[in-house]
Nanobody
Framework: QVQLVESGGGLVQPGGSLRLSCVAS????????MGWYRQAPGKQRELVAS???????NYADSVKGRSTISRDNAKNTVYLQMNSLKPEDTAVYFC??????????????WGQGAQVTVSS
């Protein structure tokens, strides 16, 4: 019903920048919020940043000041700009959306993940 497709991952040197994009498609009534999570090898998935339809934003302390999440509601797209990247930012980054399928049903949708590797 809802598909999320991420793009923009890759290899970047420490101190570099990267922008991730995620587009939502499918049949749904409304997207309530979108966000980015990441999972490093051997670690639990953690929230990186989220933004709701009204524009309220939440960042993990580990990326605060280095990352910016933004959203284009008309395009059902969320972006994550990451600057001053560190090796510890290396992880698979997952796009997430909280979506109303219709006025009664809602769901959490996840993308397939985008690898971000920070290494010299």
């Amino acid at each position: 019903q809802v598909q999320l497709v991420e793009s923009g991952g890759g290899l970047v040197q420490p101190g570099g920048s990267l922008r991730l994009s995620c587009v939502a498609s499918g049949t749904f009534f409304r997207i309530i919020s979108m966000g980015w999570y990441r999972q490093a090898p051997g670690k639990q998935r953690e929230l990186v940043a989220s933004i709701n339809m009204g524009g309220a934003i939440n960042y993990a302390d580990s990326v605060k000041g280095r990352s910016t999440i933004s959203r284009d509601n008309a395009k059902n797209t969320v972006y994550l700009q990451m600057n001053s990247l560190k090796p510890e930012d290396t992880a698979v980054y997952f796009c997430q959306a909280y979506v109303y399928i219709d006025v009664l049903r809602h769901t959490d949708a996840w993308g397939q993940g985008a690898q971000v590797t920070v290494s010299s």
